[in-house]
Nanobody, 123 residues
Framework: QVQLVESGGGLVQPGGSLRLSCAASGRTFSNYPVGWFRRAPGKEREMVAG????????YYADSVKGRFTISRDNAKSTVYLRMNSLTPEDTAVYYC????????????????WGQGTQVTVSS
């Protein structure tokens, strides 16, 4: 079993930055692919970034390429999402998800989820 806890969300002005953290406990997390997802009001959940257990980035959504950076520190069992140049369209609840094998974009394939952290971009 893997437990995930997100942190780092908050209110930020357009153009600002935030760094989200996804701290894991439980089984050998370092081998697990991890994805960051978000759900905006009235929209479906979407994957924004993914990283493999080998620290290779596997995915960025077109809407965040060049602005968001996913990384992980396996010594700390933590995956990060650095978000720059934020816009109101980035407002959403952000979730991290992990799975022992799956690293694709289908949310239902991930076995472990955090509780989410709210990101609000507004002036």
């Amino acid at each position: 079993q893997v437990q995930l806890v997100e942190s780092g969300g908050g209110l930020v002005q357009p153009g600002g930055s935030l760094r989200l953290s996804c701290a894991a406990s439980g089984r050998t997390f370092s081998n697990y692919p991890v994805g960051w997802f978000r759900r905006a009001p009235g929209k479906e959940r979407e994957m924004v970034a993914g990283i493999g257990g080998n620290n290779i980035v596997t995915y960025y959504a077109d809407s965040v390429k060049g602005r968001f950076t996913i990384s992980r520190d396996n010594a700390k069992s933590t995956v990060y999402l650095r978000m720059n140049s934020l816009t109101p369209e980035d407002t959403a609840v952000y979730y991290c998800a992990a799975d022992y094998a799956y690293s694709g974009r289908s949310a239902i394939q991930y076995n472990y989820w955090g509780q989410g952290t709210q990101v609000t971009v507004s002036s």
